[in-house]
């Protein structure tokens, strides 16, 4: 990891506008002699003073575009800055023409685009321009008063810091009479001034850690450049930065090298170096500086967490020896260790598993021999999977989205994984969002995670989904993870996932039941686990029932009690809403805990009199007649499954309870009446689910050896046949990988023309189904009524991938039909039963003489079931269904 800094200065102007800043050299110098002190910065340093623009323009190309992954890049730019009439930031050089800002400046558009196309996730950016965020003309200053104007907003990126001498309007230009500068001109900046004494002395370290952050050299700057110039105050702005940028070590703090060498041997994957971690744990629990002490603390509590046991076992006696008192209930992590290097012919990354979910998402890296937890950039392990769309159309996802929901909860978007494959959409003024795009957002910020945590780009990713997803919405999650810069290596069921993290290493024989009961859908999995097979016998669920539902039951009741209390109707009131929403997933998890809980909503909303409070009590007794009928709903699942699977229940060894909503004891009380007193086994919540799928990552990949995933199609798929029926081909709980063949043909005599209309789904009629793709087979050779057409095959590969193609029957003459007596005779000679129409192989002397018309093929995505959905609601489908297939009913031979 390399440190590398750009610092340009410009003193003077060849355009008399731009008024000269001899002060700026010695900034130059002055940061450049702080930031290259092997002892502080250690950066390799390149300085600029008074370049013109093309020398400029490609030191900051180079800058960029050549930096490592890595490596921690630094600009420092000390000139003059403004904003044109359309509000572009421009960087004056030397040879800079005011009124040819375009041609003849650095414009921060350029400067943005190289960011962008730097491999490094970590850019610092320090602005000392005399001008920041200026406009340029008094009137237009005047016209928008005190208008938000950022001047960091151009440089806004993955990765990307910026702190600026000053906020966005301070030290506008607005008259020659009235121009305020950031310094006087023959003297050095307040603004780098102070970044160089911070950097310089170790004044910067805040806290007493030997490290100076951006935080820590933003806070200090910011009181310093305050108490010079009371209305100067410098800004910061970070995007998706990921954990704590360190610029520089402090000089005068003894224990710095100590601590990173305690840091680095603690997350060491060799376990004799983690030991070996405790000796500078032990004298730095002995230094005199409070923030050595404390840190060294933290670092022996993530060493008794250790997962190697004589790690664990020392740092617990070292615990002990020093007189520390009891250890935490609640022990942080381990932290992340480093990523594990690659060989040749191994995989290029990391696999990931993903759990995107109704209410939450997560990701997990598989790497070395362990699975463990990204955090996000607010250092949780979740990552709500909220976006909304702000004011001034911007777009934020994750938790800051989740903050602001309850003022804008028109343009906040939950629970958008139950609307994937839809014509959902949100639009807020330029900005229109659908749900892929929603998800794409989600998904690319989970990525960008992982890959800092990772340190370089993913491989690939395990995608979950609720088993009872149909193809279509399937088809939509995988397009959204292209789009978020994700390679779907597959894409499984979530209770699947779940089995695969209980029964990885369960060498004996065990049939178990997953329950997974999450924030907006129920999936149920029978499962076999044993000698390193993990297969699916059933699946099933609801799709449309979750922990969400009885949330809104606790809302309804809430507003009922409103309406009883003050006869007012809120329920039409989005903010209210948002609030009682909240509210009632507060109360649904402390009765988890409770027998009853109260739910305090001051100022809900107002009256003429005056204000209206909320205050209910609510028992977990009232709690679960309410939600009742849900129970009810969870059990059909649970039921049909056993009997798709034919196990009788006496078999069932365990039920697995994984999803945040079946904490509620009313589930699990279900589950233990259903299996006859047996306690189900509830310890997969939370991480279950994305932990199996980065495992099924790791045997995707080979690193994890001896262990095969068996999975099952979710629905049963077929064609539309005569009278609008449903010719099934693979029926639900079959086993994927998988294929079907039958020949098809028309009723009609000579029919020359056929339309295939794929399904999915339950019902024996066509139109209750899902339409999945159609097939317009066309100038067909004209057989006689009731002889195959078409030989029709279904591919469903292990990735829920469906392929369906159609094969012409011709034979070597063009209107010979192919007869029963014919088929059978080819077969006896082959050894093979009598022709029905279902062949999962044919003789090659049957291929070679009648499979030598065209082929017709589609893969199911969404473009295929937006075609076919399109052309079923038509008129003209009407017309076309008298095309329809029917399968083929061989006549006596």
């Known amino acids: 990891m390399a440190r590398h800094a750009l610092i340009i200065g410009n003193t003077a102007y060849d355009d008399p506008q731009f008024a000269p800043l001899p002060g700026a050299t010695a900034d130059a110098h002055a940061l450049a002699t702080v930031l290259a002190d092997p002892a502080i910065g250690g950066f390799t ?3 600029l003073v008074d370049a013109p623009l093309r020398p400029a323009t490609r030191a900051l190309e180079a800058f ?7 490596d921690l890049l630094l600009l420092h730019l000390s000139l003059h800055g403004w904003k044109d009439r359309g509000g572009r930031l421009h960087f004056a050089m030397t040879d800079t023409e005011r009124d040819f800002p375009g041609a003849t400046a650095v414009t921060a558009h350029a400067l943005s685009g190289w960011m962008g196309d730097s491999r490094s996730r970590r850019i610092v950016v320090l602005l000392d321009c005399c001008y920041s965020g200026a406009f340029t003309l008094n009137a237009l200053h005047r016209q928008r008063g005190t208008g938000a104007v950022d001047v960091t907003e151009p440089f806004a990126g993955l990765g990307r810091i910026v702190m600026t001498a000053s906020t966005s309007l301070q030290y506008a230009h607005e008259a ?21 004494a911070g950097l310089g002395d170790g004044s910067a370290d805040l806290d007493g850690d030997g490290l100076v952050s951006v935080d820590e050299l933003y806070d200090y700057v910011h009181e310093r450049v305050r108490r010079t110039i009371a209305d100067q105050t410098p800004t910061l702005s970070m995007d998706s930065a990921q954990g704590t940028v360190y610029l520089a070590r402090s000089p005068r703090h003894g224990d710095v090298d100590r601590l990173t060498e305690m840091r680095t041997a603690a997350l060491d994957p060799q376990a004799w170096k983690r030991v070996g971690s405790l000796h500078l744990v032990e004298q730095l629990l002995g230094s005199v500086r409070e923030p050595s002490r404390d840190t060294a603390r933290a670092c022996l509590l993530g060493l008794i967490a250790d997962a190697d046991r004589e790690v664990a076992r020392r740092a617990r006696q070292l615990w002990h020896e020093r007189g520390l008192g009891e250890i935490p209930a609640v022990r942080p992590p381990r932290p992340a260790r480093p990523p594990v290097p690659h060989g040749p012919g191994s995989v290029p990354g990391p696999v990931a598993g993903i759990d995107f979910g109704t209410t939450n998402s997560a990701i997990a890296l598989f790497e070395g021999e362990d699975v463990r937890l990204v955090p996000n950039a607010e250092g949780a392990l979740t990552t709500p999977s909220v976006v909304a769309v702000t004011a001034d159309g911007q777009i934020v996802v994750g938790a800051p989205a989740a903050r602001q929901a309850v003022t804008n909860p028109d343009h906040t978007v939950r629970s958008v994984k139950l609307r994937l494959g839809t014509a959902w959409s949100i639009t807020r003024g330029a900005v229109r969002l659908t749900a892929e795009d929603v998800a794409e957002l989600i998904l690319r910020r989970l990525r ?3 890959e800092a945590c990772a340190g370089r780009p993913l491989h690939g990713a395990v995608l979950t989904v609720p088993a009872d997803f149909d193809l279509d919405q399937r088809a939509a999650l995988v397009e959204a993870a292209g789009r ?27 049939t178990v039941l997953v329950f997974d009961l999450g924030g907006g859908t129920l999936d149920v999995s029978l499962i076999e686990i044993g000698d390193g097979v993990v297969e699916v016998k059933a699946t099933g669920g609801d799709c449309r029932l979750g922990g969400d539902d009885w949330d809104r039951r606790v809302v309804d009741w809430l507003l009922h009690r409103v309406r009883e209390r003050h006869a007012l109707d809120l329920s039409a009131d989005v903010t209210v809403i948002q609030r009682l929403r909240e509210a009632a997933e507060a109360a649904k998890i402390e009765l988890s805990s409770a027998s009853s809980t109260t739910v305090r909503l001051p100022y809900l909303t107002f009256m003429l009199h005056g204000p209206v409070h909320l205050e209910e009590t609510l028992t977990r007794k009232g709690f679960e007649d309410m939600t009742q009928d849900l129970l009810l709903r969870c059990r059909r699942p649970v039921e049909q499954a056993m009997r798709d ?3 009788p229940w006496s078999e069932l060894e365990r039920v697995i309870l994984t999803g945040g909503a079946t904490r509620m004891p009313a589930i699990g009380d279900l589950m233990s009446s259903l299996t006859g007193g047996r306690q189900p086994y509830r310890g997969l919540i939370p991480e279950g689910i994305v932990t199996g799928a980065a495992l099924q990552g790791g045997i995707l990949s080979g690193a994890v050896q001896d262990t095969l995933l068996l999975d099952v199609t979710s629905s049963s798929l077929g064609y539309e046949a005569a009278g609008g029926a449903v010719a099934q081909m693979i029926a639900r709980n079959t086993t994927i990988p998988t294929r079907r063949r039958e020949w098809v043909a028309t009723s009609a005599q000579k029919r020359q023309t056929l339309i295939l209309h794929v399904v999915e789904g339950e019902s024996t009629t066509a139109a209750e189904c899902r339409s999945l793709a159609v097939l317009e087979l066309t100038d067909l050779a004209a057989h006689p009524s009731g002889t195959p057409l078409v030989d029709v095959l279904f591919d469903f590969d292990a990735n829920g991938l469906l392929t369906v193609s159609a094969r012409e029957l011709r034979g070597r003459t063009k209107e010979l039909p192919i007869r029963v007596a014919e088929l059978n005779r080819v077969h006896r000679q082959a050894g093979m039963p009598n022709a029905t129409p279902r062949q999962e192989r044919l003789p ?26 399109s052309l079923v609601r038509s008129a003209r489908w009407q017309t076309l269904k008298e095309l329809t297939p029917r399968p083929w009913d061989p006549p006596e031979s």
């Open 448 to 450: 960008e995670d992982a």
């Open 45 to 47: 340093v390149e300085t």
């Open 645 to 647: 699977a034919v196990i």
């Open 844 to 869: 090659a002397e049957l291929e070679a003489k009648y499979f030598t018309g065209r082929t017709w093929k589609v893969t199911v995505d969404r473009a295929s079931v937006a075609r076919a959905n």
């Open 176 to 196: 020659e009479h009235d121009v305020r500068y950031s310094r006087t001109p023959a003297k050095p900046s307040v603004f780098t001034s102070a970044v160089v």
């Open 64 to 70: 960029f575009t050549r930096a490592a992954r890595d």
């Open 484 to 510: 978020a810069g994700i390679r779907a290596l597959r894409v499984i069921n979530e209770p699947t996932a779940a089995a695969i993290t209980y029964g990885l290493h369960r060498m004996q024989g065990t």
